[in-house]
């Protein structure tokens, strides 16, 4: 073999070792391009079906009865003292407003369910924001202690038909003896829940 064929020879096998050098270099490249940002598996807060969905609530611009969830944070003593149901009883009588009011509630161990009645949309969250903080002030005070009394936003459910009204209202007066019955107690039909209103906190203005 003659010295130009050699140095022909040694030319192309540096060509192949440089393409295969580039080719490893892409894939590399390709395969570790978006290892930096964006979403890891596993990452953010983990998912619990008891959250609150935080999608936009149906709209309304007219006096609506709605019927409202509101959970407390893990940690918290039962809301079912008579301590406590009193100052949530003053609580509810002062959120009352032009634009707001309660019209039924049900107390429970861990959350309470209201229906309330707003003139917006609007109306229905500012009320619901001074109900809060009211709720919040007060009961912290009793179980001594400092910071966000409920765990989420709360849960409402606009109520459209007079139907849906009486069914809503018929959880409440019911919602007890369900969590008595789930708990192993054995309630009567006389049974009377002493923490709901078995009568309106308010005069309805819709139904």
């Known amino acids: 073999m003659t010295s130009q064929e050699i140095s022909q ?4 096998r540096g060509l192949c070792s440089g393409a295969r050098s580039q080719n490893h270099s892409a894939q590399y490249e390709m395969r570790y391009r978006f290892t930096h940002g964006g979403a890891r598996h596993g990452a953010g807060r983990p998912k619990s079906s008891r959250r609150v969905s935080h999608l936009s609530r149906p709209g ?8 409202v969830t509101l959970r407390v944070v893990d940690g918290i003593p039962s809301l079912r003292r008579k301590r406590v149901y009193r100052q949530m009883l ?12 309660v019209v039924r509630h049900s107390v429970q ?19 619901m924001q001074g109900l809060n903080i009211r709720l919040a002030k007060r009961l912290n005070g009793i179980f001594d202690r400092r910071g966000r009394l409920f765990s989420d ?4 459910h606009v109520l459209r ?25 054995v309630t009567g039909r006389p049974w009377r829940d002493e923490f709901c209103s078995n009568v309106h906190d308010a005069p309805p203005r819709t139904w």
């Open 90 to 101: 003053e609580c509810f009588a002062k959120a009352q407003k032009s634009f707001f009011q």
């Open 161 to 185: 038909t007079p139907r849906e009204v009486q069914n809503a209202v018929r959880y409440l007066l019911d919602n007890g003896r369900k969590h008595r019955r789930q708990a192993g107690f």
């Open 153 to 156: 936003r709360y849960h409402a």
């Open 109 to 127: 161990g861990n959350h309470l369910h209201l229906v309330v009645e707003a003139s917006s949309n609007g109306a229905l969250s500012r009320g």
């Open 60 to 67: 309304f611009r007219r006096a609506t009865p709605v019927h």
């Open 9 to 12: 020879k040694r030319t192309h």
